[in-house]
Nanobody
């Protein structure tokens, strides 16, 4: 199992970014996929979840209405569209899944919101 995040960067408040998580080593269409983030000095926290078929999503209250998680099983990729970014969204964002009882994480991608 391998998860590789990309798409992070430095943006100003109110701007948008789209993160990607390229998955390999397993059948993406059978997996629930999650995004987490970890801000400096804070614990890693849940951001968003998408069901294996993509029909169900769930978001942390802090990002609800601003972030959208989607997946393209044909491309083995999960996305996190982030809009109206705020200073408090600054963090390393991680893709995560659970396969056969084991938790897998990507290496993370840095998102910095700064004026």
């Amino acid at each position: 199992v391998r998860l590789v995040e990309s798409g992070g960067g430095l943006v100003q408040p109110g701007e948008s970014l789209r993160l990607s998580c390229a998955a390999s080593g397993f059948t993406l269409s059978s997996a629930v996929m999650n995004w987490y983030r970890q801000a400096p000095g804070k614990e890693r926290e849940f951001v968003a979840l998408i069901s294996s078929a993509g029909g169900s999503t769930h978001y942390a209250d802090s990002v609800k209405g601003r972030f959208t998680i989607t997946r393209d099983n044909a491309k083995n990729t999960v996305y996190l569209q982030m809009r109206n970014l705020k200073f408090e969204d600054t963090a390393v964002y991680y893709c995560q899944t659970v396969r056969l009882g084991a938790i897998y994480w990507g290496q993370g991608t840095q998102v910095t919101v700064s004026s």
